[in-house]
Protein backbone atom coordinates (compact mmCIF):
# COMPACT_ATOMS: atom_id res chain seq x y z
CA UNK A 1 0.00 0.00 0.00
CA UNK A 2 1.13 3.55 -0.31
CA UNK A 3 2.24 5.59 2.37
CA UNK A 4 0.22 8.38 2.83
CA UNK A 5 1.23 11.53 5.06
CA UNK A 6 -0.25 13.46 7.17
CA UNK A 7 0.39 16.55 5.10
CA UNK A 8 -1.06 14.62 1.83
CA UNK A 9 -4.09 13.93 3.73
CA UNK A 10 -4.86 17.43 4.85
CA UNK A 11 -4.03 18.90 0.97
CA UNK A 12 -6.34 16.04 -0.58
CA UNK A 13 -8.84 17.28 2.42
CA UNK A 14 -8.76 20.87 1.53
CA UNK A 15 -9.87 19.66 -2.02
CA UNK A 16 -13.11 18.24 -1.37
CA UNK A 17 -16.32 19.98 -2.60
CA UNK A 18 -20.54 19.32 -1.68
CA UNK A 19 -21.79 16.64 -3.56
CA UNK A 20 -25.63 14.67 -3.18
CA UNK A 21 -25.82 10.80 -3.48
CA UNK A 22 -29.25 9.39 -4.67
CA UNK A 23 -29.77 6.14 -3.20
CA UNK A 24 -32.59 4.29 -5.48
CA UNK A 25 -34.63 1.29 -4.24
CA UNK A 26 -37.57 -0.33 -5.41
CA UNK A 27 -40.98 1.27 -5.08
CA UNK A 28 -44.63 0.14 -4.52
CA UNK A 29 -44.81 -0.23 -8.35
CA UNK A 30 -41.36 -2.27 -9.29
CA UNK A 31 -43.19 -5.27 -10.85
CA UNK A 32 -46.29 -3.47 -13.04
CA UNK A 33 -46.54 -4.88 -16.39
CA UNK A 34 -44.67 -2.94 -18.41
CA UNK A 35 -41.60 -1.82 -15.99
CA UNK A 36 -39.17 -2.98 -18.94
CA UNK A 37 -40.19 0.01 -20.46
CA UNK A 38 -40.69 2.36 -17.80
CA UNK A 39 -36.87 1.21 -16.72
CA UNK A 40 -35.84 1.72 -19.96
CA UNK A 41 -36.92 5.72 -19.79
CA UNK A 42 -35.21 5.87 -16.97
CA UNK A 43 -32.05 5.10 -17.74
CA UNK A 44 -32.27 7.30 -20.93
CA UNK A 45 -32.91 10.33 -19.08
CA UNK A 46 -29.90 8.92 -16.76
CA UNK A 47 -27.61 9.32 -20.03
CA UNK A 48 -29.48 12.52 -21.10
CA UNK A 49 -28.22 14.31 -17.07
CA UNK A 50 -24.82 12.24 -17.50
CA UNK A 51 -24.17 14.41 -20.66
CA UNK A 52 -25.18 17.26 -19.36
CA UNK A 53 -23.60 17.36 -16.54
CA UNK A 54 -25.72 16.70 -13.43
CA UNK A 55 -25.30 13.10 -12.92
CA UNK A 56 -21.46 12.25 -12.51
CA UNK A 57 -21.40 8.59 -11.38
CA UNK A 58 -24.26 5.94 -11.92
CA UNK A 59 -24.10 2.60 -10.16
CA UNK A 60 -27.52 0.21 -10.66
CA UNK A 61 -27.22 -2.21 -7.88
CA UNK A 62 -27.37 -5.81 -9.61
CA UNK A 63 -27.58 -7.95 -5.99
CA UNK A 64 -30.81 -8.82 -6.19
CA UNK A 65 -32.11 -6.58 -3.19
CA UNK A 66 -34.67 -3.56 -3.08
CA UNK A 67 -31.63 -1.39 -4.07
CA UNK A 68 -31.97 -0.52 -7.38
CA UNK A 69 -28.92 2.42 -8.05
CA UNK A 70 -26.69 5.25 -6.65
CA UNK A 71 -26.25 8.53 -8.16
CA UNK A 72 -23.82 10.51 -7.51
CA UNK A 73 -24.72 14.54 -8.37
CA UNK A 74 -22.74 17.88 -8.27
CA UNK A 75 -25.60 19.38 -7.13
CA UNK A 76 -27.47 20.50 -4.09
CA UNK A 77 -29.82 18.09 -2.05
CA UNK A 78 -32.53 20.42 -3.18
CA UNK A 79 -31.89 20.25 -6.88
CA UNK A 80 -31.16 16.37 -7.00
CA UNK A 81 -34.26 16.15 -5.43
CA UNK A 82 -35.97 18.15 -7.95
CA UNK A 83 -34.23 16.28 -10.78
CA UNK A 84 -35.31 13.09 -8.89
CA UNK A 85 -38.88 13.78 -8.66
CA UNK A 86 -38.90 14.46 -12.27
CA UNK A 87 -37.76 10.71 -12.93
CA UNK A 88 -39.95 8.91 -14.99
CA UNK A 89 -39.62 5.40 -12.87
CA UNK A 90 -39.99 7.56 -9.66
CA UNK A 91 -43.19 9.52 -11.31
CA UNK A 92 -44.35 5.70 -11.82
CA UNK A 93 -43.80 4.30 -8.49
CA UNK A 94 -41.12 2.14 -9.84
CA UNK A 95 -38.26 3.72 -7.61
CA UNK A 96 -37.93 5.59 -4.34
CA UNK A 97 -35.57 7.33 -3.81
CA UNK A 98 -33.08 9.02 -1.02
CA UNK A 99 -30.65 12.05 -1.62
CA UNK A 100 -27.93 13.04 1.24
CA UNK A 101 -24.76 15.57 1.08
CA UNK A 102 -21.76 13.94 0.72
CA UNK A 103 -18.40 15.71 0.21
CA UNK A 104 -15.54 14.30 -2.35
CA UNK A 105 -12.80 14.91 -4.55
CA UNK A 106 -13.12 16.39 -7.89
CA UNK A 107 -11.85 14.53 -11.13
CA UNK A 108 -12.48 10.90 -8.48
CA UNK A 109 -13.56 8.58 -11.30
CA UNK A 110 -13.94 4.80 -11.74
CA UNK A 111 -11.30 2.87 -12.88
CA UNK A 112 -11.43 1.85 -16.55
Same mark, same amino acid.
Given at each position: ????? %??????????? !?????????????? =???? #?? @?? #????? !? !??????? =????? *? #????? %? $?? %?? !??????? +???? =???? *???? =?? $??? @? +? #??????? /?????? $? %??? /??
Amino acid at each position: MAEIT %DEFMSEMLAKT !RPYSVVLLRAGPNH =DVPD #VG @AI #VWEHG !R !RNFSLRA =DGHLA *I #VCPVV %D $GT %DW !RGIGIFP +GTVE =DVTE *IMEG =DP $GVQ @A +G #VFTFEVH /PVISFP $G %DCL /PA
